[in-house]
């Protein structure tokens, strides 16, 4: 059972997620242990793909509160764990036009912690519109059937 710590609902907000992976990350313990406290933020934050691995910038994880004097710097570039074949794909995605890596969400999986990162395509602000006209008209639906089906 996988335990969400974290997700990027700008993310959803910003971009059109079009294909997901999953990641290891490598972390210090302490960190492991301010991620288990809930003390990650996605936001702002993307994946880059240099020589041949993958990387994390500008992902916030908080300083463990009980940790020794050595406590990374919160905002680090974190090494991601991917497979070459997945690498190579990414790679070949993103140096197309339009394309980025974003990291939709941390959780643990046993007792590691993963990230899903979405290859995703930017969404213009009309495209942003449509997204909350829609929403808001699923929100009227649901409560108008709601209400019919309270009767």
Known sequence: ????????????HDYFVEDTYEAGIVLVGCEVKSIRQGACNLRDSFVIIKNGEAFLIGTHISPYKMGSYFNPDPRRTRKLLLNRYEINKLR????????????????????????????????????????????????????????????
Do not use: S
């Open 1 to 12: 059972m996988d335990k969400i710590v974290a997700t990027n609902k700008k993310a959803y």
């Open 92 to 151: 070949g995605k993103v140096e197309q036009k339009g394309y980025t890596l974003v990291p939709l969400k941390v959780y643990f999986k046993g007792a590691l912690v993963k990230i899903e990162i979405g290859l995703c395509r930017g969404k213009e602000l009309h495209d942003k519109r449509a997204a909350i006209k829609d929403k808001e008209n699923k929100r009227n639906i649901d409560r108008v059937m709601k209400e019919y089906n309270t009767r």
